[in-house]
């Protein structure tokens, strides 16, 4: 879907805008015979923080973002995991009608969204702060 080489456009036009910070994943998923890649990215930078989630709705990641001098967003709801018993806090998402639980990192991701592929690869090609 996208290559490196236009992350590094994007980077190059963005240069100094404060719209793109944080760590990008370009992940490679399989599902039968078929690849998908596609991006992801994780946290913030010197000027903003940012949740992921993934919306099962619109099928796309979905990005809460807020200015570092003010507080951090307040879950929208919290639920109980029956299987761990943990309780997970779920976050209301611009354009998104449902509340989503956070994915904190790549590495806490342990399915593809889009193909259920366990064995997914995830490569990091972008950070910056």
């Given at each position: 879907m996208f290559k490196r080489s236009s992350w590094l456009?994007?980077?190059?036009?963005?240069?100094?805008?404060?719209?793109?910070a944080?760590?990008?994943?370009?992940?490679?998923?399989r599902q039968g015979d078929k690849e998908l890649t596609?991006?992801?990215n994780f946290g913030g930078g010197k000027l903003f923080e940012q949740y992921t989630?993934?919306?099962p709705e619109s099928k796309q990641f979905v990005?809460?973002?807020w200015n570092r001098r003010e507080p951090a967003p307040k879950p929208a709801m919290?639920?109980?995991?029956?299987?761990?018993?943990?309780f997970i806090q779920l976050y209301q998402f611009p354009d998104v009608k449902h509340p989503l639980p956070?994915?904190?990192s790549m590495e806490a991701m342990k399915v593809c969204p889009f193909t259920g592929d366990?064995?997914?690869?995830?490569?990091?090609?972008?950070?910056?702060?």
């Open positions: 456009a994007v980077v190059l036009i963005c240069g100094t805008c404060s719209v793109w944080g760590d990008g994943y370009e992940v490679t998923a596609y991006m992801v989630a993934f919306d990005y809460l973002r919290t639920i109980w995991d029956h299987r761990t018993g943990e956070v994915i904190p366990k064995n997914f690869k995830a490569k990091l090609v972008l950070a910056i702060d």
